[in-house]
């Protein structure tokens, strides 16, 4: 094979890759389209349109979630709008916001299990472990069976590097779910801060 061959060859390969990529490439957006369209005909009339083109408009959003902090912030007193507000914070990791939120819904309504449970997972992500550890504890006085706060007081009490306190909770999750997927890290944590 001559040089010249070989060149041609070694045209005639990129250019089979090349329009293979583009018909590929074509045949995934028409599938795309084709799901799009058959998943949009399975809906109810009046749902809104699927697809990228009408997603929904990032100034009207951020205008709706700054409403919703407003009014949170002008209505001390009424419960949901801290939670929505703390949920919202939340949401983009501002985490002492939604924490400052989830205290006064917790002051309105201090029996609220739900709060209390929040407030110990937002603390946690927070990486505030003593209040995370707090809040967690109260949340398993009011409901001991309740898998993903005793899973949270295992995980504020490993951050904190109390082993003793740790091996309780996962003692305690270990009970309530022996196949619970978050028991083999605990584990091995632990095992770490017992060393």
Do not use: C
Not at 5 to 30: C, D, E, P, R
Not at 151 to 179: C, F, M, R, V, W
């Amino acid at each position: 094979m001559n040089r010249e061959n070989l060149l041609f060859a070694i045209i005639g390969l990129l250019l089979g890759f090349i329009v293979g990529f583009m018909f590929a490439s074509s045949m995934s957006q028409k599938a795309a389209q084709t799901q799009t369209a058959s998943a949009s005909q399975s809906l109810p009339a009046d749902h809104p349109p699927l697809g990228a083109q009408n997603a929904p408009d990032p100034a009207a959003m951020r205008e709706q979630v700054t409403a919703q902090i407003t009014k949170a912030r002008n209505e001390p007193q009424n419960f949901d709008a801290q939670v929505q507000a703390a949920n919202l914070f939340y949401q983009i990791q501002r985490y002492d916001q939604a924490i400052e939120f989830l205290l006064k819904a917790n002051q309105l309504k201090p029996g609220d299990y739900e709060t209390v449970a929040n407030l110990g997972l937002v603390n946690l992500d927070a990486t505030h472990y003593d209040q995370a550890e707090k809040w967690y504890r109260a949340a398993v006085k009011m409901k001991p069976d309740d898998e993903r706060v005793v899973a949270g007081l295992a995980a504020a009490t490993l951050g904190k590097g109390d082993a003793k306190a740790a091996a309780d909770a996962i003692a305690q999750l270990e009970k309530l779910n022996p196949s619970s997927e978050d028991l083999p890290q605990f584990k091995q944590k632990l095992a770490g801060l017992q060393k």
